[in-house]
């Protein structure tokens, strides 16, 4: 990629983010494996326990971008990707649909909602990414969230593939996926809208890709954690003369 002084066009410079795409985590080995239909049992419980941590900080980096905004308009629409997570009136709310994911991989909500699964390197990668929406402006941490763009493909990857290479998984449990297809769409059209608005400077447009990658590294960076511990078998700790965890 040439960096210049001169700013893209609007076409040019959602041309290159969506181009981040070829960094996003469906390319990651663990997910290729999954894709693939070569996990374990043990090894899609552990991506759905610690998947479950990202979900439920969802909600909480999407407050702290609202709490950051003082554009009403933008928070009558933000709001909307709370409620998706949390739940209201009869919609029970993706936290509620992915730990009905985790009871049709066979773990209890007991041991999700404890988060006694969840793993160091993905504790740290999803609270980065809280914090930094938390402390960012409200326009760089919706950048962030473009991360959505990618989204699609990978939920329809597993609701294509699951049946089949996971037959042992109960399919009222990919209520969560079936969810997600038309509400990132919906998400992404807002974030897009907000990124392609303001970062117009050449500068502010090398910041807001560098801004995604960040993203694309948190997501990464929780393969990279769980295929320690459930492909190479070096959870933490693993070296310590401790109960393993």
Known sequence: MIVTNEPLSRKEFEAQLRAKGALYHIHHPYHVA???????????????????????????????????????????NWVQRILDHDGYGDDHGGIEAWLRLGEAVGLNREELIDLRHVLPGVRFAVD??????????????????????????????????????????????????????SEARRDVEHGLEITLDYFVRAEQQQQALGILQFKLDVLWTMLDAMTMAYVHDTPPFHSCEIDRV
């Open 34 to 76: 999954m894709h693939a239909g070569d996990l374990t049992p043990e090894q899609i419980r552990g991506w759905v326990a610690n998947r479950y941590y990202y979900q439920i900080q969802i909600p909480i980096k999407d407050a702290a971008i609202m709490a950051n905004c003082p554009d009403r308009e933008v928070r009558k």
């Open 128 to 181: 980065a990414y809280v914090n930094f929406a938390r402390r960012a402006i409200w326009q760089e941490a919706a950048c962030s969230s473009l991360t959505e763009m990618f989204a699609p493909e990978i939920h329809q990857n597993r609701l294509e593939t699951w049946p089949n290479n996971y037959p042992w998984i109960e399919s009222t449990g990919l209520g969560y996926f079936r969810k997600r297809l």
